[in-house]
């Protein structure tokens, strides 16, 4: 535009110029005397010639700083109001809209939108791009872009919006469009939202710690360091990569490093925030609610047990000890006994749902210290089958309504961590065996090592596994159950086969070769009880153990039977996840106790 006014400028000065060399010509024909001569001509017509080019100089300097000071002399941004950190008078009246919920109905509508920026990118000095995530994976693209007039958006407003910091939370009001064809990056492909107003109400860091592509990835090692060794370790990578990767989308088939579970755990928020683990969260709430959802339906009652207890809930050392005013005090292990307290209470079925604390030193993706409880007990009317199968009935309603209500949820969790279908028996054709039936199958059919395995013996992890590789192969289910557990890998409580006191009437749950319930029908007599304890070389007159006791003294208690599932297992085997860690909202094992 500087360069416009130039020709017009030179023209003014050159047209008198030739006009008096012509006068000067013309002049000396009419006066009949001699005109000047050519030099003198040539002189006057150079001269010209340099005052012109010298005025067009002159008016080019002038458009030039006439151009510069309009760019940076307009100081006043129209879009100002529209942006910025929030304030307590900052108001969006739009209505407010979900990105689940985007669809052609909101075409051309004006909506607000609380979200965290994901990812952004400068298109040039007037328009950005920036991705905006709402909760799990549900985000969509925002387009701002300067108006001519400074209004809505100006070119300062562009610049403020492109430079937020990624997962600082914003407040946006814009309009829901179609975009030229859809945006891979984000869910709500279809659709982009137009910016005209962005407000920023909490800043992201610099660099965030880990960043949420990061999280999004399948964590690389679950060796649970100390967590500020860890930190220390991990500081030097995970900041070389975020700098790399915190711009990066969570496009599908992206090829991203992971990182290990305790860089995870350090960075609690960004953990927190990746799709793949709220999902997984999702999955676990909703195991929760049908657990109990069943239950009610068959008559049970809830109840709430303690997890302070005075003594050792099972007369085993793997109880954690604490100073409790003057006496000693303990975390349960299991609320077992309050379990049958409550049917010594009168009550025909309860269920519990909550914290159980086991002081075993496992560093492994099975255990945890403190995990989640899923506990029933029922009374027996005639065989405790009756127990088992209500059991079993309860996780087949679990696994079913999992399938149902958390597809989405599954599909995405399989993006990350890939998994075939968790298979089901057909009803009418659930697998049972007993104890020694495995035992059995896997000196037919399994590993050469499992060739001599003895029935009296509790099975180990490996064996566990290989035979539920078998069942799946044999009986096309990756849920099964084995009864009829020996003897000797029973607690005192469970009550021994009246046909074959080498064995008992319990059972475990398995899936994907893998165990996630233990249960049986309990001993109800106080004197077969007090034997049994005597049997397993606990003493009867021990504190907890006295007082179990007493409550089948002090009044006549029915047979019964129930059942503990760890819930974080039935999650973690059912997506077939890698460790039972990634289950758990804040996973407690030997060696952590944060955050």
Known sequence: MADAPAPEATKPVEQPAADAAAAAAAGGEEGGEAGPSKKALKKAEAKAKKEAEKARRAAEHQANQAAAKAAAGNTEDLAKDNYGAVQPTTKVESARAHLKNVDDALLGKTIKLRAWIQNSRMQGAKMAFVELREERDWAIQGVVAASAEGTPVSKQMVKWIGAINLESFVLVEGTIAKPLEPVKSVRVSNYELHITKCYLVAKGPEVLGMGLAVSNRPVANFDDEDPSAAAAADAAGVEEATKALETASLEAGAVLPGASMATHLNNPAMHKRSPVQQAIADVRMTTRKLFAEYLDSQGFNMFEPPCLIGAASEGGSNVFGMNYFDKQAFLAQSPQFYKQFEIAGGRKRVYCIGPVFRAENSNTPR???????????????????????????????????????????????????????????????????????????????????????????DMSTPQEKALGALIREKYKTDFYILDKFPEEARPFYALEDPANPKVTNAYDFFMRGQEILSGGQRIHDPETLVARIKKKGVDPESPGIKEYVDVFRSVGVPPHGGGGIGLDRVVAWYLNLPSVHLCSFYPRTPKRLLP
């Open 367 to 457: 255990h945890m210290t403190e995990f989640t409880g899923l506990d029933m007990e029922m009374e027996i009317e005639e065989d405790y089958v009756e127990v088992r199968d209500m059991l079993e009935s309860t996780l087949l309603f679990i696994f079913r309504g999992l399938n149902e209500r958390c597809a989405e949820q599954i599909a995405l969790i399989r993006t990350v961590y890939p998994s075939e279908d968790f298979l089901l028996p057909e009803p009418g054709k659930e697998v049972r065996l007993t104890f020694a039936e495995g035992q059995a199958l896997l000196r037919a059919e399994g590993p050469e090592e499992y060739r001599n395995v003895s029935d009296d013996e």
